[in-house]
């Protein structure tokens, strides 16, 4: 049996409150087995934490978005610590650093995703990344911190290949969402053709960035199976192929057997 693997979405958010059991009954029509909800601050990882608890084939990642860096408090690190080490979930994020938005000063995402990463190295725990229109500052992060990095994945991947590269030399997964589908995204579409399948993830971030054909909508993840789509088009390979090794790609990071 064919089995996809959301890397990456916000099912659990207020968005889908009305109509939650459809969307859930929907993912297993299209086959999403797993799932990871991922939270964005100490209030939406917390309920990640109880969403992935109730739910079969969900985990739960926690963490402070760049968005949300400005709010946060040394304390936090102690209930992300807990999480992680008491298995209620299975990665930081997500982390990271946002200049298209700069909800949070920029000092402080550098400052906060840093603090974050080694929170994540000191207990053994994966990464997942949010990086918009800063891949330089993140990269200069991750090569200064390279003797501290755990196994992770650029999540919503929006660079070149050449920045791509840069992740995957320093051990990274890349994961694809909507964006990849849309009709200009010829950079997107070079880099998803380069990089080894071993290395690969597919997401939603849903209720974000639905990919054609259901653009302009609420995204669920359902939808994952358009991202495969087109994942397997620009590699010439089945989609039965890409399901495959993004499933085990995703299971390997969340430590899921």
Same mark, same amino acid.
């Given at each position: 049996m064919t089995e996809l693997f959301d890397s990456h979405c916000h099912v659990d958010e207020e968005k889908f409150d009305e109509d939650r059991d459809d969307v859930l009954a929907r993912m297993k029509e299209n086959c999403i087995t797993r799932y990871a909800v991922i939270g964005s601050d100490i209030a939406?990882?917390?309920?990640?934490?109880?969403?992935?608890?109730s739910h079969e084939g969900a985990v739960a990642a926690v963490g402070i978005h760049p968005h949300e860096a400005k709010?946060?408090?040394?304390?936090d690190t102690d209930?992300?610590?807990?999480?992680i &080490?008491?298995? &209620?979930?299975?990665?930081?994020?997500?982390?990271?650093?946002?200049?298209?938005?700069?909800?949070?000063?920029?000092?402080? &995402?550098?400052?906060?995703?840093?603090? &974050?990463?080694?929170?994540?190295?000191?207990?053994?725990?994966p990464v997942a990344f949010h990086i918009r229109d800063a891949h330089q500052d993140m990269i200069d992060i991750m090569k200064d911190m390279k003797h501290c990095l755990t196994p992770g994945i650029i999540h919503c991947f929006s660079g070149s290949a050449e920045i791509a590269r840069e992740y995957l030399k320093l051990g990274y997964h890349i994961s694809f969402a909507g964006p990849l589908t849309f009709k200009k995204a010829p950079n997107l579409c070079r880099a998803a053709a380069e990089i080894p399948e071993d290395r690969l993830l597919i997401e939603t971030d849903s209720p974000y960035l639905a990919p054609e054909p259901v653009r302009g909508r609420r995204n669920e993840p359902a939808n994952v199976r358009f991202v495969a789509q087109k994942l397997a088009e620009i590699r010439g390979e089945t989609f039965e192929k890409v399901a495959s090794y993004t499933f085990e790609n995703a299971c390997r990071i969340y430590g899921i057997k």
């Amino acid at each position: 049996m064919t089995e996809l693997f959301d890397s990456h979405c916000h099912v659990d958010e207020e968005k889908f409150d009305e109509d939650r059991d459809d969307v859930l009954a929907r993912m297993k029509e299209n086959c999403i087995t797993r799932y990871a909800v991922i939270g964005s601050d100490i209030a939406t990882s917390r309920h990640a934490v109880e969403f992935a608890a109730s739910h079969e084939g969900a985990v739960a990642a926690v963490g402070i978005h760049p968005h949300e860096a400005k709010g946060f408090r040394p304390e936090d690190t102690d209930l992300l610590r807990e999480w992680i &080490q008491s298995g &209620q979930a299975a990665a930081i994020g997500e982390i990271g650093l946002d200049y298209y938005y700069d909800l949070s000063p920029r000092e402080t &995402q550098i400052e906060v995703c840093r603090l &974050q990463m080694e929170l994540a190295y000191s207990i053994g725990a994966p990464v997942a990344f949010h990086i918009r229109d800063a891949h330089q500052d993140m990269i200069d992060i991750m090569k200064d911190m390279k003797h501290c990095l755990t196994p992770g994945i650029i999540h919503c991947f929006s660079g070149s290949a050449e920045i791509a590269r840069e992740y995957l030399k320093l051990g990274y997964h890349i994961s694809f969402a909507g964006p990849l589908t849309f009709k200009k995204a010829p950079n997107l579409c070079r880099a998803a053709a380069e990089i080894p399948e071993d290395r690969l993830l597919i997401e939603t971030d849903s209720p974000y960035l639905a990919p054609e054909p259901v653009r302009g909508r609420r995204n669920e993840p359902a939808n994952v199976r358009f991202v495969a789509q087109k994942l397997a088009e620009i590699r010439g390979e089945t989609f039965e192929k890409v399901a495959s090794y993004t499933f085990e790609n995703a299971c390997r990071i969340y430590g899921i057997k």
